[in-house]
Nanobody
Framework: QVQLVESGGGLVQPGGSLRLSCAAS????????MGWYRQAPGKQRELVAT???????NYANSVKGRFTVSRDNAKNTVYLQMNSLKPEDTAVYYC???????????????WGQGTQVTVSS
């Protein structure tokens, strides 16, 4: 079994910062890409940032220059540093990982449970 455990969400004022973490653990053979999606109330889930095992990154245009995704391959952990937060960043943030299990099964976007980020005064 695989678990993706997220932490770091919470309430922050506009202009503030948060750092999200997501650690994948369990019967993992190989982890490829990891990253983050978010879903605001009444909206569809959208891609925020991705990072490959080699460190290549992609960002949604709305977060470029403000968010930074990184990872620790040894710990199978992905991070999202969020700076200059705006009210429109308010959403549930979901971690994902593309991975092979030791059983031989492949999961395209294995999801975490989500963590709430609220940007408000």
């Amino acid at each position: 079994q695989v678990q993706l455990v997220e932490s770091g969400g919470g309430l922050v004022q506009p202009g503030g910062s948060l750092r999200l973490s997501c650690a994948a653990s369990g019967s993992i053979f190989v982890v490829y890409a990891m990253g983050w999606y978010r879903q605001a109330p009444g909206k569809q889930r959208e891609l925020v940032a991705t990072i490959t095992s080699g460190g290549s990154t992609n960002y949604a245009n709305s977060v470029k220059g403000r968010f930074t995704v990184s990872r620790d391959n040894a710990k199978n952990t992905v991070y999202l540093q969020m700076n200059s937060l705006k009210p429109e960043d308010t959403a549930v943030y979901y971690c994902y990982a593309d991975l092979w299990l030791k059983s031989g099964s492949y999961s395209d976007h294995y999801w975490g449970q989500g963590t709430q980020v609220t940007v408000s005064s």
